[in-house]
């Protein structure tokens, strides 16, 4: 069961809005109580002009760090690509007291509680959807949302009230939602993608050279 959503930026840490997330979580908490076992806050600065979306939290990643991407390899190779294009600043040491700071940049997921299997349900995504409508629209400067992968990209077009049909997922593709608005697809930056190099290095550099020319 799904229950009704409310439209505040991050959830609570004891959410129930979803039956599966919430026991799941507290099956990992049996094996693992000193892991963050939580709905994941967004991390970033609110007045920046990129918002990242993932799709939802890695149990041995951000579930037990509690930090977006932080704990494992698609951290190492965002907060790196981050940093190398400044939207990042510090030294990421993939926990969340490394004093990382990102002032070009918020990340989020579209489902912020870390799913069996890493695959959140439907209902799952509608719930958590008023969460990534929220962060979108506390953000006054944003110009580019840059979305990695499909479930990341479908969810932000729905919290945007945006058609999908118009907007298919392409890797390195944009698309104008409004004149001062842009989402970019990425493939996401999993290990699985860039062990079958379905995602190179390169390639996602090359998203973020497409980011600066949109904030050019």
């Known amino acids: 069961m799904v229950m009704k959503t409310v439209s505040t ?20 908490k049996k094996d693992h109580p000193d892991w963050f076992n939580a709905p994941v806050p967004s991390f970033g600065n ?8 993932g799709l939802a939290p890695g149990i041995t990643g951000a579930n037990r760090t509690g930090r977006p991407f932080t704990g494992d390899y698609a951290g190492d190779l965002l907060y790196a690509t981050l940093l190398k294009f400044g939207l990042a600043s510090g030294t990421y040491l993939a926990r969340p007291d490394d004093g990382l700071e ?21 209902a799952e995504m509608t719930a958590c959807r008023p969460f990534l409508k929220a962060t979108i629209e506390q953000m006054p400067n944003l110009r ?15 919290a945007l009230d945006v058609k999908r049909a118009p907007h298919k ?5 944009a698309h104008e939602i409004t004149g ?17 190099r379905r995602l190179t290095t390169q390639m996602f ?3 973020f050279v497409h980011i600066g020319e949109k904030l050019s």
């Open 102 to 122: 990102l002032p070009g940049a918020m990340i989020t997921n579209a489902v912020r509680c870390v799913p069996p299997q890493n695959k959140p349900i439907g």
């Open 169 to 173: 997922f392409a890797h390195n593709s």
């Open 9 to 28: 930026c991050n959830p609570p840490a004891n959410c129930r809005l979803c039956d599966r997330l919430k026991a799941f979580r507290l099956d990992i």
């Open 46 to 53: 609110n007045d920046a002009e990129v918002l990242i979306v």
């Open 180 to 196: 001062n608005l842009t989402l970019i697809d990425s493939y996401h930056c999993s290990r699985y993608n860039t062990n079958t």
């Open 205 to 207: 550099e090359d998203v």
């Open 144 to 158: 580019v949302i840059l979305a990695l992968g499909l479930i990341a990209h479908n969810n932000t077009l729905s």
